[in-house]
Every structure is written in structure tokens, then in C-alpha cells.
């Protein structure tokens, strides 16, 4: 019997997301990229999954992220930053994978600004958690866990809404 495979998680950062824990504090909080990439991987291990996490400020470079994904990952976990608001391109690669995915805001986008009230994203993602802080990458991370460890199991999928 060959021993199941551990299910792998890509947690994805967008521009400016290198700077967590000095910009903008009041909105972000003092967590920094490191802080969030440490809460995801511990939560994955928790739940018997792993991590690869990669930030780029380059939306090209998030799109062969994506891309490599369908080979590499399970799952994506994504906080696009503000190419969630304008990147078809990143929406038509997560689309174009077929892996479940998250979308993470650290911030409640719909308290804020009108422009960030709308997601490209969305649309194909299979959750999307909005201002929980960096928490919301725990919560990402166990909701594809979930998710991943049934489907392994060969239990019923959850259903895309």
C-alpha cells in the first residue's frame, strides 16, 4: 500500500505585501511577511498539509507561480493585494489551474476605498476571508486542509458556490 501523500498548500503575497509590519500599521497591523508565512506553514503542519509560500511584486511573476502550481500544490492561498482589484490575468491563472483556492484581505476592503470594493478574484475562488487581520491566512489555510484531507479521504467534495 503506498502511503498517502502530503497535500501542499501555495500561500501566494502580492505588491507590497514585503512590507507588512511597517506599512500602513494602523490598517495592516505589525505582523510582518515572515510573521504571516510562520502562522500558515504552523497551521498547515497542524493539519497535515505543507506550505510553499512566495511573494512578488511583479504580476507576471505571480502568474507563473499559479501556473507551476499544477504540479506543485493542492491548493493556493492568495492575497493579491491591489492586482486583486485590476489583474484579469490573475484571475483567468487561478481559473485556468483548476486548484481550490482562498482569497485573503488582511484589511475589511469593504470599509475602505470604493475602488478595492470589487474582486477579479473572487469569482473563482472557493472562500473568500476579509478582515480577520493576518488571521485570515489560518483561517485559509484550514478551511484548504479541510477540504484537502476529505477529498484524500474520498470523502464528498465541498461544493463551489
Request: charged content about 20%; overall charge negative; aromatic content about 4%.
Amino acid at each position: 500500500m503506498t502511503p498517502a501523500r502530503t497535500p501542499s498548500i501555495l500561500v501566494i503575497n502580492g505588491p507590497n505585501l514585503n512590507l507588512l509590519g511597517t506599512r500602513e500599521p494602523a490598517v495592516y497591523g505589525t505582523a510582518t511577511l515572515d510573521d504571516v508565512v510562520r502562522l500558515a506553514s504552523d497551521a498547515a503542519r497542524e493539519r497535515g498539509c505543507t506550505t510553499t509560500a512566495m511573494q512578488s511584486n511583479h504580476e507576471g511573476e505571480i502568474i507563473d507561480a499559479i501556473h507551476a502550481a499544477r504540479t506543485t500544490a493542492d491548493g493556493i492561498v492568495i492575497n493579491a493585494g491591489a492586482y486583486t482589484h485590476t489583474s484579469i490575468a490573475i484571475r483567468d491563472a487561478l481559473a485556468g489551474v483548476g486548484l481550490p483556492v482562498v482569497e485573503v484581505h488582511i484589511s475589511n476592503v469593504h470599509r475602505r476605498e470604493e475602488f478595492r470594493h470589487h474582486s477579479f478574484l473572487s469569482g473563482v475562488a472557493d472562500a473568500v476571508i476579509v478582515g480577520a487581520g493576518v488571521d485570515g491566512y489560518r483561517l485559509a489555510v484550514d478551511h484548504l486542509a479541510t477540504r484537502l484531507t476529505a477529498a484524500a479521504d474520498g470523502a464528498a467534495s465541498f461544493p463551489k458556490s
